[in-house]
């Protein structure tokens, strides 16, 4: 009796097999969807999609502003107590120097009104942590970069051994051809680049701190941005400051007319003149030419002159809160024209 009952379980267990084949090939059935609702359910999707992206970017962009404006707090308290660390050094300054105070320009380049620098502008003159500064920031943006792991040795080789009166290096089977080592024609690179190349490098907070303000501090000196091969006129004050007006700007014929009327618009025409074509690679990967550095246009925040300066050649615009060293120093060479608005001169007190 009890076989019967297995043959009877065996039966059960293929009824329900055939059962459930059965259900898995009926097709899901169909909606009839006309080519409108189809394009209409496409357009949504479409809708949707874009709305993500925006959010995303917005999102991107907040990020972004709230480093910016944590990395200035942080940095405030450092900057002030360096500040007061240095004031012992600033006896050694003349105290004429110490109180000195600069014009104040206008659009048409004349000496508007006056005002003294604030204390940022008197830290020592560092040139060894601007370096060391700047060096780190470059360091920083490199990429990574090596050959494939295969690159040059994708053949089939083989070796003779001695005894052939012929070179022992590798060669394509059944060919004469050597391949794949070093010393031969498309073969592997001896020692290459490693992608696991860490290049890097960390400076301390002081240290930088005391970087951008010594980078800063030379912006003052006039022997210190001629040797660096600026042009400008004798009798302008260093740095040069502007009204706020010239912030609202937005076309680049104004700029350059405000800059020829303070007499700084030769140092845009030694940029352009020295512009040349890169010598090496480079001319094969999207930089051709190479621009000198010219002017550094320091505003409050951001502003239609930013857009509008920025196409003369060499001059770079910043805002007083991104300002760095790399940008007051240019390959690690202090002393670079810099023109501020009087405002921005304000923001820099803090």
Not at 121 to 126: G, M, N
Not at 137 to 163: I, L
């Amino acid at each position: 009796m009890r076989w019967m009952a297995d043959e009877k379980n065996i039966e059960k267990k293929e009824e329900n097999m055939v059962e459930a084949k059965t259900e898995e090939k009926t097709p899901p059935a169909k909606l009839d969807i006309s080519p409108e609702e189809k394009a209409r359910i496409k357009a949504e999707k479409v809708k949707m999609v874009k709305k993500k992206m925006e959010v995303l970017k917005a999102k991107k962009v907040k990020k972004a502003v709230k480093k910016v404006k944590t990395e200035e707090k942080e940095l405030k308290p450092v900057l002030s107590g360096l500040v007061k660390d240095l004031l012992p050094n600033w006896t050694d300054l003349n105290a004429k120097e110490a109180a000195s105070e600069i014009n104040i320009y206008s659009m048409e380049g004349k000496a508007k009104d006056k005002m003294t620098l604030p204390a940022t502008f008197f830290v020592v003159f560092r040139p060894d942590l601007i370096r060391k500064d700047v060096t780190a920031a470059r360091a920083n943006r490199r990429q990574v970069y090596g050959p494939n792991e295969r690159a040059g040795q994708k053949h089939s080789v083989e070796t003779w051994g001695k005894g052939h009166g012929v070179a022992r290096c590798q060669r394509i089977k059944g060919q004469r051809t050597g391949a794949q080592s070093p010393c031969n024609v498309g073969g592997r690179r001896a020692h290459p680049p490693n992608t696991d190349t860490v290049w890097s490098k960390k400076v301390n907070k002081k240290e930088r701190v005391l970087a951008k303000l010594s980078a800063l501090s030379a912006t003052k000196e006039r022997d210190v941005v001629t040797a660096r091969g600026h042009k400008f006129k004798e009798k302008i004050t260093l740095p040069v400051v502007v009204e706020d007006g010239f912030k609202d700007i937005n076309e680049t014929a104004e700029v350059a007319r405000v800059l020829e009327n303070l007499g700084v618009i030769e140092d845009v025409e030694r940029a352009r003149n020295g512009t040349h074509i890169r010598a090496g690679r480079g001319k094969m990967r999207g930089r051709k030419y190479k621009t000198p550095k010219s002017i550094l246009v320091v505003v409050d925040e951001d502003a239609p002159v930013i857009f509008a300066a920025r196409n003369l050649p060499g001059v770079d615009v910043t805002t007083a809160a991104c300002l760095s060293t790399e940008m007051l120093a240019p390959g690690g060479d202090p002393g670079r024209l810099t023109i501020f608005t009087k405002s921005a001169i304000k923001r820099l007190e803090g």
